[in-house]
């Protein structure tokens, strides 16, 4: 029984670790495509990536707006850019959580 809870857990981290790589490796890549810089305004934003697939609406103060588009979602306070991320490729990856 203990060496089943040993294996078990041995493959679990070894999960952990290459979900962790898959991010590690995803950051790499988008490092190397344009991503919305820090300080951007919105209609540059959008004028460089297109029209977001949803703009979520502004919430707490100062406002902060998310902007989602297919690969990366875009966060704005007021209307300049304050962080842009990945999303996640698949449910199964550990990366931001999904707003409640």
Same mark, same amino acid.
């Given at each position: 029984?203990?060496?089943?809870?040993? +294996?078990?857990?041995?493959? /679990?981290? #070894?999960? @952990?670790?290459?979900?962790? /790589?898959?991010?590690?490796?995803?950051?790499?890549?988008? &490092?190397?495509?344009? #991503?919305?810089?820090?300080?951007? @305004?919105?209609?540059?934003?959008?004028?460089? +990536?297109?029209?977001?697939? &949803?703009?979520?609406?502004? =919430?707490?103060? *100062?406002?902060? /707006?998310?902007?989602?588009?297919?690969? +990366?979602?875009?966060? +704005? &306070?007021?209307?300049? =850019?304050?962080?842009?991320?990945?999303?996640?490729?698949?449910?199964?990856?550990?990366? *931001?959580? *999904?707003?409640?």
């Amino acid at each position: 029984m203990k060496r089943v809870l040993i +294996f078990i857990a041995c493959v /679990t981290a #070894l999960q @952990l670790a290459q979900a962790d /790589t898959l991010l590690v490796e995803r950051g790499e890549r988008a &490092e190397a495509a344009a #991503l919305p810089r820090r300080g951007s @305004l919105m209609n540059h934003v959008e004028a460089q +990536f297109g029209t977001p697939v &949803e703009k979520r609406q502004a =919430v707490g103060e *100062p406002p902060i /707006t998310r902007w989602v588009y297919p690969a +990366f979602s875009v966060y +704005f &306070e007021h209307d300049h =850019v304050i962080s842009s991320v990945l999303n996640k490729s698949a449910r199964n990856e550990i990366g *931001p959580k *999904p707003a409640q």
